[in-house]
């Protein structure tokens, strides 16, 4: 089950994470969302545990519970929303002119 981390401290870590939410079960992958630019924390992440029974575990354990000085939102992740279609093509002006 994919599980979203928000509120977080800026210094917490990948592994800060993944220390956290192993005292719930296996954690396939634990990550936070860096800016591309910067690099920096942009204060939330997502942790992949496989057992839904542990990412039920973790998320009603951790759930505003204190981290680094935050109270951390916990809860599963919503899939993405698909992007509109936007734009188009543009239309254009017709064919040839003669």
């Known amino acids: ?7 977080l401290s800026f210094e917490v ?3 800060d994470l993944r220390q956290l ?5 296996e954690v396939e992958s634990a990550s936070v969302v860096k800016d591309r630019f910067s690099g920096e924390s ?15 575990a973790a998320i009603a354990g951790l759930n505003g519970t204190d981290v680094k000085g935050r109270s ?7 899939p993405k ?5 936007g ?4 239309g254009g002006r017709g064919g040839r002119r003669y």
């Open 1 to 7: 089950m994919n599980i979203y981390v928000g509120n």
């Open 13 to 15: 870590t990948d592994d």
């Open 21 to 25: 939410f192993s005292a719930h079960g």
């Open 42 to 56: 942009r204060g939330f992440g997502f942790v992949e545990m496989p057992a839904k029974k542990d990412a039920d």
């Open 72 to 78: 951390i939102t916990v809860n599963e992740a919503k």
């Open 81 to 85: 929303a698909p992007k509109s279609g």
């Open 87 to 90: 734009g188009g093509g543009g």
